[in-house]
C-alpha cells in the first residue's frame, strides 16, 4: 500500500513524539487499530447525565426543577474555566481578557435568558409542595457561583456594605465572616446562622478563603486597575466589566428575585424560602449594593444600582 506524502509526514511526527517520551508507537497504532469508533454518546457521557434526576417527589414539575439546576451549574463550570483563563494567563493581554470576559457574559446572558423556566415553568402549586421536600437544601448554596463572585473582584467587594469600610485592610479570613450572602441565610429573629448556611461553610469555607487569598492580585478588579493605569484599559474591556457587573449583581439574582415573587410572595405573610434564607433582603440587587468594579460607574449609577429593575418587577406582579 502506497502512503501519501501526508500521511507518512504525520506518521514520522508521531515516531519523533513517542520516542521523545520512550514509548513504542506501534503499539499506540495497534491500539487505535482495535479501538471502537468514538459516538456522540459516550463522548458526552449522555447516558449518565440523563440518570442524574431524581426527584424526592411525586410531582412532576420537580424534574424540571433539577434539571434546571443542573444546567445552570454547567454553565458556572463553563465560567470558572474562563476565570482560571484569566488569572493564569502569563502575559495577560487586553484583547485575551477581554475575549474570555465576553465569554462568561455570554454564559451569564443565556443562564438570565433562560431563567423564564423557573418564573413560568412550573405549576405553582407543585412547587410550593415539592419544595417542602428538599428542606434545608438551597440554590444558595452554590459553591461555584461564589468562587466566579471571588475571581470577579477584591474579596472587601463581597463584603456586606455596612461593614466594607470598616474591614478594609482586615484580613479574607475577618472578611470572610462578614460576607454579604450569609446575612441572606441568618435568622432575623435571633441572629443565628441557618442550617443551610452552616452546611455551607462546613462544605466550602476553607475552599473560598484559599481561593480568596490566592486571587489577591489575580482577580478581574486588580487585573483591570493594573491595564488602567497602564493605559491599556480599552474601551471594549471597559464595557466587558460594566457587563459582568450587571449580569452577576443585578440580572442573575434580579431573575431569581422575579421567581421568588412569583412562589412566594403572599398575604399577608411571604412565603419563607428553602434554607430560610431572607430572599427579600437578599436578592435585590438595591439593598446589597454588590459592585464588582466601583471605578468603573458614576456616583449616580451606583446610587442607584438595581433600583429600576427591582422596580419594573415589582410592578410587573
Same mark, same amino acid.
Given at each position: 500500500? /502506497?502512503?501519501?506524502?501526508?500521511?507518512?509526514?504525520? $506518521?514520522?511526527?508521531?515516531?519523533?513524539?513517542?520516542?521523545?517520551?520512550?514509548?513504542?508507537?506501534?503499539?499506540?497504532?495497534?491500539? &487505535?487499530?482495535?479501538?471502537?469508533?468514538?459516538?456522540?454518546?459516550?463522548?458526552? /457521557? &449522555?447516558?449518565?447525565?440523563? !440518570?442524574?434526576? #431524581?426527584?424526592?417527589?411525586?410531582?412532576?414539575?420537580?424534574?424540571?426543577?433539577?434539571?434546571?439546576?443542573?444546567?445552570?451549574?454547567?454553565?458556572?463550570?463553563?465560567?470558572? /474555566?474562563?476565570?482560571?483563563?484569566?488569572?493564569?494567563?502569563?502575559? &495577560?493581554?487586553?484583547?485575551?481578557?477581554?475575549?474570555?470576559?465576553?465569554?462568561?457574559?455570554?454564559?451569564?446572558?443565556? &443562564?438570565?435568558?433562560?431563567?423564564?423556566?423557573?418564573?413560568?415553568?412550573?405549576?405553582?402549586?407543585?412547587?410550593?409542595?415539592?419544595?417542602?421536600?428538599?428542606?434545608?437544601? !438551597?440554590?444558595?448554596? !452554590?459553591?461555584?457561583?461564589?468562587? =466566579?463572585?471571588?475571581?470577579?473582584?477584591?474579596? =472587601?467587594?463581597? *463584603?456586606?456594605?455596612?461593614?466594607?469600610?470598616?474591614?478594609? /485592610?482586615?484580613?479574607?479570613?475577618?472578611?470572610?465572616?462578614?460576607?454579604?450572602?450569609?446575612?441572606?441565610?441568618?435568622?432575623?429573629?435571633?441572629?443565628?446562622?441557618? $442550617?443551610?448556611?452552616?452546611?455551607?461553610?462546613?462544605?466550602? !469555607?476553607?475552599?473560598? =478563603?484559599?481561593?480568596?487569598?490566592? +486571587?489577591?492580585?489575580?482577580?478581574?478588579?486588580?487585573?483591570?486597575?493594573?491595564?488602567?493605569?497602564?493605559?491599556?484599559?480599552?474601551?471594549?474591556?471597559?464595557?466587558? $466589566?460594566?457587563?459582568?457587573?450587571?449580569? *452577576?449583581?443585578?440580572?442573575?439574582?434580579?431573575?431569581?428575585?422575579k421567581s421568588a415573587v412569583r412562589y412566594l410572595n403572599r398575604e399577608p405573610e411571604?412565603?419563607?424560602?428553602?434554607?430560610?434564607? #431572607?430572599?427579600q433582603k437578599y436578592l435585590p440587587p438595591r439593598f446589597q449594593k454588590r459592585i464588582?468594579?466601583?471605578? @468603573?460607574?458614576?456616583?449616580?449609577?451606583?446610587?442607584?444600582?438595581?433600583? +429600576?429593575? @427591582?422596580?419594573? @418587577?415589582?410592578?410587573?406582579?
Open positions: 500500500m /502506497h502512503f501519501s506524502t501526508e500521511i507518512e509526514d504525520r $506518521l514520522n511526527q508521531l515516531q519523533e513524539k513517542y520516542e521523545a517520551m520512550g514509548q513504542d508507537m506501534n503499539s499506540y497504532l495497534d491500539g &487505535l487499530l482495535y479501538a471502537d469508533f468514538l459516538t456522540y454518546w459516550d463522548y458526552i /457521557h &449522555l447516558d449518565t447525565l440523563l !440518570s442524574l434526576q #431524581n426527584p424526592k417527589t411525586p410531582f412532576p414539575d420537580e424534574e424540571i426543577f433539577i434539571i434546571y439546576h443542573q444546567i445552570t451549574e454547567l454553565y458556572f463550570k463553563l465560567a470558572l /474555566h474562563e476565570c482560571r483563563q484569566i488569572a493564569e494567563a502569563a502575559p &495577560l493581554t487586553a484583547e485575551f481578557f477581554t475575549a474570555r470576559l465576553k465569554r462568561i457574559n455570554r454564559y451569564f446572558g443565556a &443562564l438570565t435568558h433562560s431563567f423564564e423556566i423557573m418564573v413560568d415553568g412550573m405549576e405553582k402549586e407543585q412547587f410550593l409542595k415539592f419544595r417542602m421536600s428538599l428542606l434545608p437544601a !438551597s440554590g444558595f448554596q !452554590s459553591g461555584q457561583y461564589r468562587m =466566579i463572585e471571588i475571581y470577579a473582584t477584591d474579596f =472587601i467587594n463581597l *463584603v456586606a456594605k455596612d461593614k466594607r469600610e470598616e474591614l478594609q /485592610h482586615a484580613t479574607i479570613e475577618t472578611q470572610f465572616e462578614y460576607l454579604y450572602w450569609k446575612f441572606g441565610a441568618t435568622e432575623l429573629s435571633t441572629g443565628k446562622k441557618t $442550617l443551610t448556611l452552616k452546611q455551607f461553610e462546613k462544605k466550602y !469555607s476553607k475552599t473560598f =478563603i484559599e481561593l480568596g487569598k490566592a +486571587a489577591v492580585k489575580h482577580n478581574f478588579n486588580t487585573l483591570a486597575k493594573q491595564f488602567d493605569s497602564s493605559s491599556q484599559l480599552t474601551p471594549e474591556l471597559r464595557n466587558e $466589566l460594566r457587563q459582568l457587573d450587571i449580569n *452577576v449583581n443585578v440580572n442573575w439574582p434580579l431573575s431569581h428575585y411571604d412565603i419563607k424560602a428553602t434554607g430560610g434564607t #431572607n430572599w464588582f468594579y466601583p471605578w @468603573v460607574w458614576s456616583e449616580e449609577e451606583k446610587e442607584n444600582w438595581g433600583k +429600576a429593575w @427591582v422596580d419594573d @418587577v415589582l410592578d410587573s406582579n
